[in-house]
């Protein structure tokens, strides 16, 4: 796959491989200093015909990805809207502590919001950014009047669906080709279900070093890797033991949703990571939230995003 133009010029490819036939929308990397000096970046989308309108809806994206995982979503929403990278993800700087944990990301997600928004969101968070949209909703009410979760509870048993991120991402940290990387991503299921759209995938995430190898951009690939190492070397260590999965799960999260004061919504894939007993624990514990089954895997937002974005529309457009 040749280097596109900017990174905004797959966005009329998407559209038409999906059948959306409004006008594309305008594309926009922003970014921000944070007070220790780290960069915070974000994709900000508006319509073509109202270039400067405010986001009105949010999204955060699961560990190992990035704010590109939701164009196809946002093709599909056809409002404003920005896609942040997380911390240690995409253009977003690595944290020197490696706490990649939600009510650490959520204060960065918080700045970026006061910098890029103009009122309170439809806040969208997948995976890691679910339990990381939960914590800002918790903490910062003004700055979301909904809260979407999607495929993830604190309760996910770290040693069932999530393995598939911890295997996937503890290979080795570099390679020659995204070839090598896009063909990895399809061996364990992820990329979007094309060989296409896992390219632009691994385009994405991914970067050439100096010495011509390509790594992951993201932080979480190399913590993978080295509690996978370091894992090997102590049998007696279980895998799950202080991971960069496990860490992003714990009791916190609960708290941290009940903290919740927006309407709240779980979204589910059918065979994604969230149970139907993980789902019945998150209703047991938020009997005002709602729970949606949809026909995916983890990654909601590039299995079905068509009928994602549609669906947060209404939800936006309602709210």
Do not use: C
């Not at 970014?31 to 986001?55: M, Q």
């Not at 069932?160 to 911890?166: E, F, H, K, V």
């Not at 503890?170 to 061996?187: M, T, Y």
């Not at 999965?245 to 916190?252: I, K, P, Q, T």
Request: net charge negative; aromatic share 6%.
């Amino acid at each position: 796959m040749s280097d596109p133009i900017d990174e905004f010029s797959f966005l009329p490819e998407q559209a038409a491989e999906a059948g959306i036939d409004r006008a594309v929308p305008r594309g926009e990397r922003v970014s921000i200093t944070l007070p220790d000096g780290r960069t915070l970046s974000a994709l900000r989308y508006s319509p073509a015909d109202a270039p400067d309108a405010s986001p009105v809806v949010t999204f955060l994206h699961g560990a190992g990805l990035n704010a590109h995982t939701w164009d196809t979503t946002v093709l599909a929403l056809g409002l404003p809207a920005l896609a942040i990278d997380l911390p240690g993800h995409g253009d977003s700087s690595w944290r020197s502590d490696l706490a990649y944990v939600a009510r650490v990301l959520a204060p960065d997600v918080a700045a970026g919001m006061e910098a890029w928004t103009q009122g309170p969101q439809v806040l969208v968070g997948q995976s890691l950014g679910g339990l990381t949209a939960a914590a800002l909703a918790a903490s910062r009410p003004d700055l979301v009047r909904e809260l979407v979760v999607i495929d993830i509870t604190p309760g996910v048993d770290a040693n069932a669906g999530p393995t598939q991120i911890r295997e996937f991402f503890a290979g080795p940290v570099d390679w020659a080709s995204r070839d090598e990387l896009v063909d990895r991503a399809l061996a364990f299921g992820l990329g979007g279900g094309t060989r296409l759209k896992a390219e632009r995938g691994v385009y994405f995430n991914s970067r050439v070093r100096p010495d011509g190898r390509v790594e992951w951009k993201h932080h979480f690939a190399h913590l993978a890797n080295a509690a996978s190492r370091a894992s090997k070397a102590d049998s007696a260590t279980p895998a799950a033991d202080g991971d960069a999965v496990s860490a992003v799960l714990g009791e916190s999260g609960w708290e941290d949703l009940a903290g919740v004061a927006a309407p709240t919504t779980l979204i589910r894939g059918d065979h994604g990571y969230v149970t139907a007993d993980d789902a019945a624990e998150f209703l047991r514990r938020l009997p005002e939230a709602s729970v949606v089954v949809v026909p995916s895997g983890h990654n909601v937002q590039e299995e079905i995003p068509i009928e994602l974005g549609e669906r947060l529309r209404t939800q936006a457009l309602a709210s």
